[in-house]
T-cell receptor, first 113, second 112 residues
Framework: NAGVTQTPKFRVLKTGQSMTLLCAQD?????MYWYRQDPGMGLRLIHY???????AKGEVPDGYNVSRLKKQNFLLGLESAAPSQTSVYFC????????????FGQGTRLTVV | QQPVQSPQAVILREGEDAVINCSSS?????VHWYRQKHGEAPVFLMI?????EQKGHDKISASFNEKKQQSSLYLTASQLSYSGTYFC?????????????FGTGTRLTVIP
């Protein structure tokens, strides 16, 4: 049972480059999330999705776009990477919106130089 | 918007106890606790859904005081495997969903 899988695990980008992070879950969860984790800041919500075809902004959405074309996949895009986007990115999914645990992927460590 | 955790860091010797606190300026409807080991994903520990609820497994337990808008995580007779960063998460409604907002974490180090 794979759970939540993120690709890639590591990436180095130059300022201004673009990339897409892929999150895939095999638990048939409706709710999916992208967080970023920075030292001393905990996990901050970037974007989320309440089901296939839906996306919404979280706490820190600027500079990111997302898409959820298929229920099992949630993509996070950086159109023009900036050094401030250097972070560890975690995808998570939940079965219900409230009262259920979140399952996290293994994370993507992104460095923008 | 994030809940506040204290302490930020704690060092314990094996067998000692620790308490990690989580408080919010907004009403809490549920509290999640997760542990993250270095370089790994956060892993779910427990969720408390009602004020006054207490839960536990192994030697880790938690309480939830809805009126005080706070929760505490108790680690008793700590083991080396307890080392990691502990996060509390609180659910808050945004458009279409109750999203999880996490505290900044408490780094727990257990030494022999």
């Amino acid at each position: 049972n794979a759970g939540v899988t993120q690709t890639p695990k590591f990436r180095v980008l130059k300022t201004g480059q673009s990339m897409t992070l892929l999150c895939a879950q095999d638990m048939n969860h409706e709710y999916m999330y992208w967080y970023r984790q920075d030292p001393g800041m905990g996990l901050r919500l970037i974007h989320y999705s309440v089901g296939e075809g839906t996306t919404a902004k979280g706490e820190v959405p600027d500079g990111y776009n997302v898409s959820r074309l298929k229920k099992q996949n949630f993509l996070l895009g950086l159109e023009s990477a900036a050094p401030s986007q250097t972070s560890v990115y975690f995808c998570a999914s939940k079965f219900y919106s409230s009262g259920t645990e979140a399952f996290f992927g293994q994370g993507t460590r992104l460095t923008v130089v | 918007q994030q809940p506040v955790q204290s302490p930020q860091a704690v060092i314990l010797r094996e067998g000692e106890d620790a308490v990690i606190n989580c408080s919010s300026s907004k009403a809490l409807y549920s509290v999640h606790w997760y542990r993250q080991k270095h370089g790994e994903a956060p892993v779910f520990l427990m969720i408390l859904l009602k004020g006054g609820e207490q839960k536990g497994h192994d030697k880790i337990s938690a309480s939830f005081n809805e009126k005080k808008q706070q929760s505490s995580l108790y680690l008793t007779a700590s083991q080396l495997s307890y080392s990691g960063t502990y996060f509390c998460g609180t659910e808050r409604y945004q458009t279409g969903a109750n999203n999880l907002f996490f505290g900044t974490g408490t780094r727990l180090t257990v030494i022999p």
